[in-house]
């Protein structure tokens, strides 16, 4: 059945694409206001597909933010039931002048669709939305379905536990496949086992009571800009190792499996930093595929203080700010990682500064799925038969939250089957999707419900 389904897909390719191109319209930015109509319009184009495809329940569910897309198919009596994971909302575009086409006009040029989120992840959702209805058009699915699309994991999934809370009912499952997570490697075929937790930290730094005229201050009084700046500065050492005591303390080793697969994928250095114009930087210890999938990192993502208009103004500024975020590695845990970071940017402080800290969140811990696990070898099988070799295991460096999330609340595993590939220029202007991706996952998804049809409700379950 899986043969004759992923056959329909390839001859729909076409009109696939053209349901992707409308997709791609819709301006689902989750962290910006002003697009609340485009978030609308996509949960919308959404839900009418999977009552059209032949799913049941198709409804929202609430959270107290951006509501997530559901709905179900159960006529598998006696198979597993999989909760099927994609994310509607996308980064917001900007810089727009960067763009070659506008981000929300999605253009085909050199067998790739450009559009902000055409990687991220509205290609790869759309996969499985079809080959979902697909079965349902053939007679049925070889395992019982509930889809659960997102519309907050680019602003960190906040709302995530309270729609656990408030729908526990539709979101039973023995197990999850993620759309989201894509692949490792352009030429080598991967399996992704993993991926680094997130945590956060946002902070203001003051240095007195007003901005001052630094002619008359100058020399005599702090400046919170300056103050700032050793702060960050004081988190790493000249190589980049993290120089935060303890904030390494809980993660696992690198056994011998984990460092196998990064070497299996080694990073092309001279590729890799001169595709971004960049210099070598990282703990010199590991290689680089280790520094961006299996270390944690503390980055700061912006800071800012004084005047940054037109033209000079000769101020001593009072305050200044930072966002930070640490990803983390396996069995780091995301609370007592920011507790960490708080107080050495506190014990580091000098007198006469103060740092107020605004409530981040808890963050996310790492995720990985077990050696032997039935998603990771359902998913293998199916690689080697699509691509003709073992595909190599690789962990992802950015953070998918709903994957530690549901094994600590749900009980369930997830292997994310996605089909973007790290060059796509994901979160930046020009981001795209190759339309080799698109057939590719229309054979594979098939394949993998298929297999996984094979394994029992228990086994997946058992983690």
Avoid at 113 to 120: L, M, Q, T, V
Avoid at 283 to 308: A, F, K, Q
Avoid at 361 to 371: D, H, M, Q, S
Wanted: charged share 25%; glycine share 10%.
């Amino acid at each position: 059945m899986s043969d004759v389904v992923a056959a329909a897909l390839v001859a729909r390719r076409d009109e696939i694409l053209e349901r992707l191109m409308a997709l791609l319209r819709l301006p689902s930015v989750s962290t910006d206001p002003a697009y609340a109509e485009g978030m609308k319009a996509t949960r919308e184009f959404l839900m009418a597909r999977l009552k059209e495809g032949g799913l049941e329940d198709v409804r929202l569910l609430e959270g107290g933010g951006q509501p997530a897309v559901t709905g179900a198919w159960n006529g598998a009596p006696g198979k597993p039931t999989l909760i099927i994971y994609g994310h509607y909302d996308v980064q917001p575009p900007d810089p727009l002048e960067l763009w070659k086409t506008p981000p929300f006009e999605p253009t085909i040029r050199d067998g790739r669709i450009y559009a902000r989120g055409a990687s991220d992840v509205k290609g790869s959702t759309l996969i499985a939305v079809e080959t979902v209805i697909e079965f349902i058009r053939a007679g049925g699915c070889p395992v019982n379905i509930r889809f659960f699309l997102e519309g907050e994991e680019e602003i960190g999934s906040p709302s995530l536990r309270s729609i656990i809370d408030r729908h526990p009912d539709a979101l039973v499952g023995d197990a999850m496949i993620s759309a989201d997570g894509g692949r490792a490697s352009t030429t080598l075929p991967t399996v992704s086992v993993g991926s680094r937790g997130l945590t956060a930290l946002r902070f203001t730094l003051r240095t007195a009571s007003k901005d001052m005229h630094s002619g008359r201050y100058g020399g005599a009084v702090r400046n919170a800009n300056h103050e700032l700046a050793r702060l960050i500065a004081s988190l790493h050492d000249e190589d980049g190792r993290i120089a935060v005591p303890g904030f390494m303390d809980d993660m696992a080793p690198i056994g011998p499996r984990e460092a196998e697969d990064a070497a299996a994928l080694p990073v092309d250095e001279a590729e890799f930093y001169g595709g971004i114009g960049a210099a070598p930087y990282g703990d010199p210890r590991y290689s680089v595929r280790e520094r961006i999938t299996l270390l944690p990192t503390i980055e700061v993502n912006g800071m800012w203080g004084g005047y940054i208009g037109a033209g000079s103004k000769t101020v001593l500024p009072c305050e200044a700010h930072a966002k930070l975020t640490m990803r983390l590695g396996p069995g780091m845990d995301p609370v007592r990682a920011q507790a960490r970071v708080r107080d050495h940017l506190l014990a580091r402080a000098p007198k006469g500064v103060t740092l107020d800290f605004e409530e981040s969140g808890n963050g996310t811990p790492a995720f990985t799925l077990r050696e032997g696990h039935p998603l990771l070898a359902a998913a293998e099988t199916v690689i080697r038969r699509t691509r003709n070799r073992a595909p190599v295991r690789a962990r992802a460096g950015g953070t998918i939250p709903i994957t530690a999330i549901f094994k600590e609340r749900l009980g369930i595993d997830t292997i994310t089957f996605g089909f973007a590939m790290p060059d796509e220029d994901v979160h930046a202007p020009n981001e795209f999707f190759r339309l080799s991706s698109l057939e590719e996952g229309l054979r594979a998804w098939p394949l993998l419900l298929s297999e996984l049809g094979n394994a029992s409700p228990e086994a997946l379950r058992a983690g």
